[in-house]
């Protein structure tokens, strides 16, 4: 069945850093992939997502680019900032299932001014 | 645009009793999930609702776990009886439906402590 694989945790990075959190997945076809974003006492969030094959999803200064030939949906940012922590999930959608959302164990990541 | 409401937010109970969770999803979403969260872990599907049809309870633990959609709007989780190993947080969602671009919005979660 699907099923995404995460970068282990937990992450602490300073302030200004670059961050790569990676995520690779295994479906059928071609899933549509997520990154969710858990801020402290809040709920899921989608923060970015892409659809097909190349195709790169961007929010908030965050990027990740759907790789078909490595089936991975690597989560990047060029400078985090201490708002950045929290707790991030990648997914992905099967296009021929049901619309459900299969998740990642989520990597914590701490940022420290 | 309000988002998904679930109550309550918190919930300790003893093993054998029962819990029961609401969640109430963004008006017009025809599509709704309970997912369970155990800590450290990614949020896996419960159940999922197409208005008040049941589409995937394949991971629902159908002995214990029972949910219902009336009117295929507000939607209630119940556990009875609750096992030690049911603490999690439950999380509802719900989409547009009808198509793999929908997106899902979730609500805040209910955390469920069983003692």
């Known amino acids: 069945g699907d099923s995404v694989t995460q970068m282990e945790g937990p992450v602490t990075l300073s302030e200004e850093a670059f961050l790569t959190i990676n995520c690779t997945y295994t479906a059928t076809g071609y899933p549509s992939l997520f990154w969710y974003v858990q801020y402290p006492g809040e709920g899921l969030q989608l923060l970015l997502k892409a659809t097909k094959a190349d195709d790169k999803g961007s929010n908030k200064g965050f990027e990740a680019t759907y790789r078909k030939e490595t089936t991975s949906f690597h989560l990047e940012k060029g400078s985090v900032q201490v708002s950045d922590s929290a707790v991030y999930f990648c997914?992905?959608?099967?296009?021929?299932?049901?619309?459900?959302?299969?998740f990642g164990t989520g990597t914590r990541l701490t940022i420290i001014p | 645009e309000a988002g998904v409401a679930q109550s309550p937010r918190y919930k300790i109970i003893e093993k054998r009793q029962s819990v029961a969770f609401w969640c109430n999803p963004i008006s017009g979403h025809a599509t709704l999930y309970w997912y369970q969260q155990i800590l450290g872990q990614g949020p896996k599907l419960l159940i999922q609702?197409?208005?008040?049809?049941?589409?995937?309870d394949s991971q629902l633990p159908k002995d214990r776990f029972s949910a219902e959609r009336l009117k295929g709007v507000d939607s209630t989780l119940k556990i009875q009886p609750a096992k030690l190993e049911d603490s999690a947080v439950y999380l509802c969602?719900?989409?547009?439906?009808?198509?793999?671009?929908?997106?899902?919005?979730f609500g805040q979660g209910t955390r469920l402590t069983v003692v």
């Open positions: 969602a719900s989409s547009l439906g009808g198509g793999r671009n929908t997106e899902a919005f």
């Open positions: 609702f197409q208005n008040n049809g049941v589409v995937d």
């Open positions: 997914a992905l959608r099967d296009p021929f299932g049901n619309e459900k959302l299969t």
